[in-house]
């Protein structure tokens, strides 16, 4: 069976080093000074950190090359040119970094808060001071930054789901999954609409929750009637279920729910000792609202009602799934996205080849 992989192309290139400058001194009294130019500074390296509070790649644009900074050129003055800052590449763990074009793995990414580094950004190019001679004390001439370098890259990522939705053809399922994260799954009046299952993306409080929506489950789906038995595997591995009854459902919701119990039991009985929340769906219906007095007091647990069609009671959902989610990590541990995602590269400083011919202010034009 398939297994739900997100993956992304996107290059990642580390800076060039900072060129280095040519420039001579200048003082009063002394007319022909020495050369004075400094080292161009080292290009910025590309690291991957892996972060647990991730959970998928859509943090990244697909084929956007992220670039480290280049180093700025050297100086007069023997002043170094400052080093180009890092790139760090936030990953959640299990992402692999394959050769986008042979597909080689180039690195496994898997323990929290690890770092890898991956390109290592160009040296500076040496100033003109490395270069006077007893023949030569006024060199014109200063290295270039060595280039950093650019990589195409795929990554890699195998989901699973942290939240399955459980409940009888119809019940909404898909309807909830498109208003909670930017999935689109085929919503239909008619049983099985959803035939394989679909995953999306809830973003809640800076956290990444998954959410499968798996084909409705029948009675006898243990047997193997109906679709979404199959399916069950795909929720067997998730942190917590919901099980949506469809309270406008000529169906006994408590029976429904106690089938649904029965079929998961029958499949894995620990997954009736999972965190769970019972959702009443289609709450905008007035039939649904007149039910569902009557259907808490019969069972045990807290029903959330919800409605997808007006999005009455999502709200509340959302905070209750994010704390279904979130085990021992504080919510203030959450998710810092740095901006580098948002780097533009054209707004890089400096990335003259070749050697600088800048002056230093006190070499004036004097020669
Ligand atoms: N009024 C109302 N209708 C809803 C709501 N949610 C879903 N529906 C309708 O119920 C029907 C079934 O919705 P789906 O989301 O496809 O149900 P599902 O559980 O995914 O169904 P399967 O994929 O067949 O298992 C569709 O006609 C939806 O428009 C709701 O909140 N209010
Ligand atoms: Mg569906």
Known sequence: MNSFVDEMKIGVASGNGGPGCVSFRREKYVPKGGPDGGDGGRGGDVIFRVKDNLKTLTHLRPNKTYRAQNGLPGEGRKKHGKDGEDLVVLVPPGTQVKDAETGDILLDLV?????????????????????????????????????????????????????????????????????????HPKVGAYPFTTKIPNLGVLRAFNRDIILADIPGIIQGASEGAGLGYRFLKHI????????????????DPVEVFE??????????PELLKRPHYILA???????????????????????????????????????????????????????????????DPDDDHSNAEGASESRSESSGGKE
């Open 236 to 251: 067997s591995r998730t942190a917590a279920l919901l099980f949506l009854v469809d309270l406008s459902d000529y169906q």
């Open 111 to 183: 323990e929290n808060n690890s770092e890898h580094r991956f390109l290592i950004g160009g040296i500076g190019g040496q100033g003109n001071t490395h270069f006077a001679t007893s023949r030569n004390q006024t060199p014109r001439f200063a290295q270039p930054g060595m280039p950093g370098e650019t990589r195409k890259i795929r990554l890699e990522l195998s989901l699973i789901a942290d939240i399955g939705f459980v409940g009888y053809p119809n019940a909404g399922k898909s309807s909830l999954l498109g208003v909670l994260t930017s999935a």
């Open 281 to 343: 769906t289609k709450m905008d219906i007035p039939e649904a609202r007149e039910r569902l007095d009557e259907f808490r007091s019969k069972v045990s647990e807290e029903v959330l009602p919800v409605s997808s069609a007006t999005r009455d009671g999502i709200d509340e959902l959302i905070k209750k799934l994010f704390s279904l989610t979130v085990e021992k990590k504080s919510v203030e541990e959450a998710v810092e996205v740095p901006d580098y995602y948002s780097y």
């Open 259 to 268: 089938n649904l119990k029965q079929e998961l039991h029958a499949y894995e």
